[in-house]
């Protein structure tokens, strides 16, 4: 059994690819996945780090609902994402 490129399922945060749109509660594209970043200790995603037309965002672990081969969905919505702290 071979997975067809169109098919889409999940990843981990650990080979997620940059460059993948993500998309807000509402479905609406918001930004494109720079990277995931690892909390180092707990061996879990600590957050992702997406680059929006405001910049670059970080978004906090609990914020991403789900991560695929073709897109990042959060849980929240685009109001909210452009309410984000930039990433330093």
Known sequence: MTLDDTEE???????V?????VEA???RQVGTL???????RENMLDGI???TDAGVLFVDAPE?????N???ILTISAPE????????
């Open 9 to 15: 399922y999940s990843v981990g945060y650990q080979v």
């Open 17 to 21: 690819e940059s460059g993948l749109p």
């Open 25 to 27: 509660a509402d479905g």
């Open 34 to 40: 720079e990277k995931a970043i690892a909390h180092q």
């Open 49 to 51: 780090v997406i680059r």
């Open 64 to 68: 991403v609902a789900r991560m695929t």
């Open 70 to 72: 073709q897109r990042v």
């Open 81 to 88: 994402v452009a309410q984000l702290q930039p990433y330093r």
